[in-house]
């Protein structure tokens, strides 16, 4: 994934028109523009990431009650302690994907799309963009990047689908869990990673795949968004562990940009 920044230094890149348009975009009432606008929010603020990541902290929970830890109580000097991982590892998440994600936006601006390619319809056509970098090695180089993001997808794709699918149906389920403890859970894990295998073989262009699945995430995230907002931010619920005042403006600001992009792609596609 770092190929990209090394890429982005090593072409000319005008870095004031970078910055320009980072802070400025110029948005397009265009049906194109906002449907990869949906697609990128949608890789951003995916609904799996939810369910696997407030799968995992129960489970850190549940592990850490079992070793007779002391659960979480509103006002407790450990509290804080206790939370720090979490906010350092969302903190360092966020900071990485998002610098990774800009860099290849900026890399296969200035060297793809620089050169007429605006549309890729293969990884060997994807790879190209690290060619200045990597030279006869990009697509070796893009192979080993897709691999490594696949084998962290797999888990959390599957992993969130049944846990989704076991907490809705009230069954067992949790990779802490033995096979004959939690067997429809790793059914669900073992029919997700098979459909995926399935999509990865059949003559389907593999790039619309992403995309119009990013699409999907990015539209089924809204309602997920405004159920979590209203969770996070009821005293009722979460008491004294609610979400701060500026918190939830902020997550109600995302909540609402989400759904106004969304609205905005129904209608261009209605009106065409």
Known sequence: MFAYVATAFTVHVSWS???????????????AFILMLVAVLGTTISPYLFLWQASLEVEERRIKERRKEAPLKSGSASVRRRFEPIVIDTWIG????????????????????????????SAAEAAEALRPFAGPLAFLLF?????????????????SAAYAIAETFGWNGSLGLGLQRAPRFYLVVATATLIGCIG?????????????????????????????MMVVT????MGKFAASRLLAMFGWAATGLMGAIVAALL??????
């Open 17 to 31: 028109d970078v910055l320009a348009s980072t802070f400025v975009p110029r948005i397009l009432w265009d049906r």
């Open 94 to 121: 966020m900071a990485l994907s998002n610098i990774v994600g800009f860099f290849i936006i900026v890399t296969t601006a200035a060297t793809l799309h620089a050169h007429g390619v605006r549309n890729i319809g």
């Open 143 to 159: 192979a080993l990047g897709i691999v490594g993001t696949g084998l962290l997808a797999i888990p959390a794709l599957a992993g």
């Open 200 to 228: 990865a073989v059949i003559p389907v262009d593999p790039i619309a795949m992403l995309v119009w699945s990013a699409v999907v995430n990015g539209i089924v995230a809204v309602p997920l968004m405004v159920g979590m």
């Open 234 to 237: 009821s005293r009722k619920i």
């Open 267 to 272: 209608l261009t596609s209605v009106t065409g």
